[in-house]
């Protein structure tokens, strides 16, 4: 995250829209909605972040109790790594897409990704200091049409490709879409493009998600990594390139 505007590099808790916070936990982004009938995370950074949630939370007024639900975009342990520990903590129910669940809950491994020629190097460099996420007991498959109780209707859309279970959130009411690392924002702090996340298990069907959630109407885009589009998104989407095909 660049050291500017209201990302700077001592800000971890950033309003995105009334009721949507980014929390940026290092290289890594969870969003946390809250309204008068709790609050939702979405995703949780890596394992050892709970305390940071945990802070973010007091923060904004609210206490652990208040968190109702932990939904993960996808199964990479920088966004499950502390869904465990929050759970506990909390007594909030894990979500997760259905083709997820099963890593998330530590039945099965985790799905490699196939790295190209042009991704190698930033993947050794991303993946050195990242450990597994501790297992989550219990673990919600969510289905493409699924609705959340949050922010007057989220729709899970399935978005597979980066992962074989990977979901977005669209919040129809606010304009907003949390697209998981399906898609990438800038993280230069230039006004960049956003692009095609990198180390999928399908690229194809990772370009396919893309383009679906492209051709929604949103004013916003929250990503897994870099910074969130906060105006005139579907047509930054639109725009978005693939550099590491």
């Known amino acids: 995250?660049?050291?500017?505007?209201?990302?700077?590099?001592?800000?971890?808790?950033?309003?995105?829209?009334?009721?949507?916070?980014l929390l940026r936990?290092?290289?890594?982004?969870?969003?946390?909605?809250?309204?008068?009938?709790?609050?939702?995370?979405?995703?949780?950074g890596l394992s050892g972040t709970g305390p940071a949630i945990g802070a973010a939370l007091e923060e904004l007024g609210l206490h652990r109790a208040d968190l109702r639900r932990i939904?993960?975009?996808?199964?990479?342990?920088d966004h499950s790594g502390s869904a465990a520990e929050l759970a506990a903590w909390s007594g909030a129910p894990v979500l997760?897409?259905?083709?997820?669940?099963a890593v998330v809950r530590g039945d099965v491994p985790e799905p490699p990704p196939v790295v190209t020629a042009?991704?190698?190097?930033?993947?050794?460099v991303a993946s050195a200091d990242v450990r597994p996420a501790p297992a989550?007991?219990?673990?919600?498959?969510?289905?493409?049409?699924?609705?959340?109780?949050?922010?007057?209707?989220?729709?899970?859309?399935?978005v597979p490709g980066h992962t074989p279970g990977s979901i977005a959130l669209h919040l129809?009411?606010?304009?907003?879409?949390?697209?998981?690392?399906?898609?990438?924002?800038d993280r230069s702090g230039d006004g960049g493009p956003v692009v095609l996340g990198p180390f999928n298990t399908d690229r194809t069907a990772a370009w396919a998600s893309l383009q679906r959630m492209a051709a929604l109407d949103v004013e916003v885009a929250c990503f897994g990594h870099g910074r969130p589009v906060t105006t005139s998104a579907s047509a930054v989407l639109r725009a978005a390139t693939d550099p590491f095909g």
């Open 1 to 21: 995250m660049p050291g500017r505007g209201p990302y700077r590099r001592d800000m971890d808790l950033v309003e995105v829209v009334p009721g949507l916070h």
């Open 25 to 44: 936990l290092g290289f890594v982004n969870a969003y946390l909605w809250h309204d008068e009938d709790g609050a939702t995370l979405v995703d949780t």
């Open 71 to 77: 939904v993960l975009t996808h199964c990479h342990p």
């Open 96 to 101: 997760a897409g259905r083709a997820d669940a």
């Open 118 to 124: 042009a991704e190698q190097d930033l993947y050794a």
């Open 136 to 158: 989550v007991p219990v673990v919600d498959a969510l289905d493409e049409g699924d609705v959340l109780d949050l922010a007057g209707g989220a729709v899970v859309l399935g």
């Open 172 to 185: 129809p009411r606010h304009g907003v879409l949390l697209t998981g690392d399906t898609i990438a924002g």
